[in-house]
């Protein structure tokens, strides 16, 4: 049985401590002093700790202290410690957890919240024998099993070969810079280069010499040569980013640009170029046409191949198996609960994936257990 160590000057709740330890399965263990806590921990065999802030003498922050620093010197290893006090300060939980604690409590602590806490602190039983460690996440893997996800894929890999233009449109944060890379990496291209345009990003003075180029001297600031983004791409992909956001006369040398492949540098000579032209927008292109703000000629230039990728509401097979793709890539160790996955899987998620992605971030930063 699991053993837990309680490191408490106060006997009697002490005992109660350990007298509901042992009703919950695990063996209790009992130090009335800091010191006495280190010599037990020292004696080893001891799964967890709970760890009393206020005591005479050694406190608990120190021996907290003293554990963190001789794993940090791999002298010995830490084992997982709550710390309990009956005074919380924003100092002392911050100074705790910074520590190393997995959880940072008021007492006086119900025997529900103390079992939630040691379940925490104990490894499952099906994870108590350590598996193989997973292959390393990709950061660009198209992750998805759900109906409307393998469709995508299966237009990446009828794509990845061609020529065609493709715009790929969906909600902001669905992940179509993902879907672009992957065109690009499956296909005869992928050992060139990759070129990623946000022309939202850009101001519209700026956007013509950031694609195109611009010739030194060609206006005050132009002190060197400029490639620009399409000569940077020559050979492989050039991703065009919030197209939707391009204004109307820049809308016009693009389309130039791709009816001719040929670049003009600003204040330079017209280049052939060889680029494949991927793009994408959150916007309704179609809508912006009808208004007058896109130009139809660039929009059905554009969409050769036309993509939808389907915001994460539609895809909630895909939200718990993205989860745990960031999560891999974030660093976190531990797979997700079952009440962790319901509570995803009950999020309406209006950043899409980008919001998942920088959820399982915090989870992998702040988590202790």
């Not at 670049?263 to 680029?275: C, E, T």
């Not at 895809?315 to 319901?342: K, N, T, Y």
């Amino acid at each position: 049985m699991p053993r837990i160590l309680i490191i408490d000057d106060d006997a009697a709740l002490r005992e109660g401590l350990a007298e509901t330890i042992a009703d919950l399965g695990h063996t209790p263990l009992q130090a009335g002093d800091g010191q006495g806590g280190l010599d037990r921990l020292a004696a080893g065999g001891v799964d967890a700790v709970l760890l009393d802030l206020r005591m005479p003498g050694l406190d608990g922050m120190e021996v907290l202290r003293r554990l963190r620093a001789a794993a940090t010197a791999g002298t010995a290893p830490m084992p997982p410690v709550a710390v309990l006090t009956a005074v919380a300060t924003a100092a002392n939980t911050i100074e705790a957890m910074r520590l190393g604690a997995v959880d940072h409590l008021t007492k006086p602590i119900g025997r529900a919240e103390l079992a939630a806490v040691i379940a925490r602190m104990l490894p499952a039983p099906e994870t108590a024998a350590a598996p193989p460690a997973p292959p390393e996440a990709d950061p660009d893997e198209v992750i998805g099993g759900s109906a409307a996800m393998r469709e995508v894929q299966k237009a990446i890999g009828m794509l990845a070969d061609s020529e065609a233009s493709v715009l790929i449109t969906g909600e902001t944060g669905s992940g179509k810079e993902v879907v672009a890379r992957a065109i690009h990496r499956h296909g005869r291209r992928a050992a060139r280069p990759f070129v990623a345009v946000n022309c939202a990003a850009i101001p519209a003075g700026l956007l013509e010499s950031q694609l195109f180029g611009h010739a030194r001297g060609a206006f005050t600031g132009a002190v060197a040569d400029r490639l620009g983004s399409f000569r940077e791409a020559d050979g492989g992909t050039l991703f065009l980013d919030e197209i939707g956001d391009m204004d109307l006369a820049m809308q016009a040398k693009l389309l130039r640009v791709l009816q001719d492949r040929v670049v003009a540098p600003v204040g330079g000579k017209p280049v052939a170029v060889d680029v494949r032209i991927l793009s994408a927008t959150h916007r309704d292109l179609r809508a912006a046409v009808a208004e007058g703000r896109f130009r139809e000629d660039l929009f059905w230039r554009l969409g050769v191949v036309p993509l939808r990728l389907p915001p994460l509401r539609e895809r909630l097979a895909d939200i718990v198996p993205l989860a745990e793709h960031f999560l891999a890539l974030a660093g976190g160790r531990r797979a997700l609960s079952a009440e962790a996955a319901a509570r995803l899987l009950a999020h309406p998620w209006p950043g899409n994936v980008r919001e998942l992605r920088n959820a399982m971030e915090r989870v992998a930063a702040l988590a202790t257990a």
